[in-house]
């Protein structure tokens, strides 16, 4: 075993289980560079997409449907223990990980699913907030993982405005540059329209991450001409005002719902993320092999 494989396996490790937990979990995060804490509000795995590339697996159907947000609490609390002492390094699972990634970054709420979705979203975004006070997490941000379809929701938006006060980021998914590659890729009948509008109207009130993950779908890597068009969604977010932050682009790392939904070479997501800084101008990273 090569000296590398351990924390790549740290990496690739993403189960949205700890323990007996029903929704607070840990990962070690390459795109966080760190210790994650994540709050999956879709025990329930349900998903207004249905990506080529998903890692949920739904052959096993849910044991948990509700988010009991009493019980969310506890998890959380005790996560926090974890985190905040370190002692959640000693696990097994996380005793591997290299000091420099031995850090707590964040708080992330994802899900099995798409966490704005959730009908306790709000309810339990007020929830991490209040926690996130009580124990004084300050430089410890909240990161919402979208994909930005029902950003317009004015519960969302809500739950928006208190992530806005309290170190809150969102990190908005963008697989696509055409309505055809949109709806291959991520199999919606949600209009590709949408999902840009929201983006729009994020970006214009903080600045937003884009997190793109890039694959070859049945033998075939994104053309010229579907990254031309993703950059130029881009940039319409920039020129109608929006911040982008930071462009994540990434590729499959974990079994994916469809078997011929398979990772870019390291190469080629390197010279995809090369190709959308030369095009956008905007800070753009790369992360091979997830
Ligand atoms: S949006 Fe996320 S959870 Fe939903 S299908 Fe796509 S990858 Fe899976």
């Not at 988010?67 to 223990?81: A, C, F, H, Q, Y």
């Not at 998914?173 to 949600?190: C, F, N, P, Q, V």
């Not at 940039?235 to 462009?247: C, H, N, P, S, T």
Request: with cysteine; charged share 25%.
């Amino acid at each position: 075993m090569s000296a590398t494989r351990p924390i790549l396996d740290l990496f690739r490790d993403h189960r949205r289980s700890f323990e007996d937990n029903h929704y607070v979990y840990a990962v070690i995060s390459r795109r966080s560079r760190g210790l994650s804490v994540g709050i999956n509000l879709n025990p329930d795995k349900a998903c207004n997409f249905d990506c080529v590339y998903c890692q949920v697996d739904r052959r096993n159907p849910p044991q948990i449907r509700e988010v009991d947000l009493t019980r969310l609490r506890l998890e959380l609390e005790e996560m926090i223990g974890l985190a905040r002492s370190g002692a959640v390094f000693e696990l097994p699972r996380f005793r591997h990980t290299p000091v420099h990634l031995r850090r707590w970054n964040d708080l992330a709420i994802s899900g099995d699913g798409e966490p704005t979705a959730a009908r306790e979203f709000l309810e339990a975004v007020r929830l991490i907030v209040e926690v996130k006070r009580k124990h004084q997490l300050d430089g410890i941000p909240i990161l919402l993982l979208t994909n930005a379809t029902l950003l317009h929701r004015p519960q969302v938006q809500q739950a928006l405005s208190l992530l806005d006060e309290n170190e809150g980021e969102i990190w908005a998914k963008l697989d696509a540059g055409t309505t055809d590659y949109y709806h291959e890729i991520e199999r919606t009948s949600i209009p590709f329209e949408r999902v840009l509008d929201n983006l729009k109207q994020a970006a214009q009130h903080r600045p937003i991450v884009i997190q793109s993950l890039f694959l070859r779908w049945r033998g075939q890597a994104p053309e010229a001409r579907e990254i031309e068009a993703y950059c130029q969604r881009l940039r319409e977010i920039v020129e109608a005002g929006g911040q982008i932050r930071l462009v994540q682009v990434y590729t499959v790392a974990r079994t994916p719902a469809e078997a011929e939904a398979l990772p870019l070479n390291d190469a080629e997501l390197e010279s995809l993320a090369h190709i959308v800084r030369l095009r956008t101008g905007l800070l753009v990273e790369a992360y091979p092999g997830g």
